[in-house]
């Protein structure tokens, strides 16, 4: 009795599988395009022409130049909204702030700021006794710059 049971639920599953498959796939069929008419399609070994003389496309977009000054503008402009904000115009002196600051404390002392003389200085004090003689100030002076060749 209970396989009797068992088998008619599974012929009853088996019965709703299968009509939920057919109805999806009719459903798709409903749904899909009608087939080309033959006689309307294009000849595939012709290839497609058409008369333009006269006609014109339009022109291809060209990158305008920017003027000296828009390049100027636009090394500030950093979000470029049109409008230079005194961060943004402020950005550039930044990086050279940055640099001196050796410490990174944000504040730049005498020292900091000095910092190229103050190095030349600690090169040039050979004996470290925080004075230069006449002999280690002369290793101070700058080379000479080698002359441009002639084009001549
Ligand atoms: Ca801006
Ligand atoms: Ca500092
Ligand atoms: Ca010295």
Redesign the pocket.
């Known amino acids: 009795m209970n396989r009797a049971v068992l088998g008619a639920f599974i012929a009853l599953v088996l019965v709703g599988v299968g009509l939920f498959w057919w109805q999806g796939r009719a459903e798709i069929q409903n749904s899909a395009p009608p087939p080309p008419d033959v006689a309307d399609a294009p000849d595939p070994e012709k290839l497609p022409s058409a008369d333009i003389a006269g006609l014109s496309g339009p022109k291809p977009p060209e990158a305008t130049e920017l003027t000296r000054e828009q390049r100027r503008f636009f090394r500030f402009d950093r979000n470029r909204d049109l409008r230079i904000t005194r961060t943004e115009m402020l950005s550039t002196r930044t990086a050279a702030f940055r640099k001196l600051d050796k410490d990174g404390n944000n504040l730049l002392t005498f020292e900091e700021w000095a910092v190229t003389t103050v190095e030349r200085f600690d090169e ?10 006449a002999a ?1 100030f002369a290793t101070t002076a700058p080379k000479p710059q080698p002359k441009p060749k002639c084009n001549c």
């Open positions: 040039a004090d050979e004996n470290g006794d925080r004075e230069l003689t280690e």
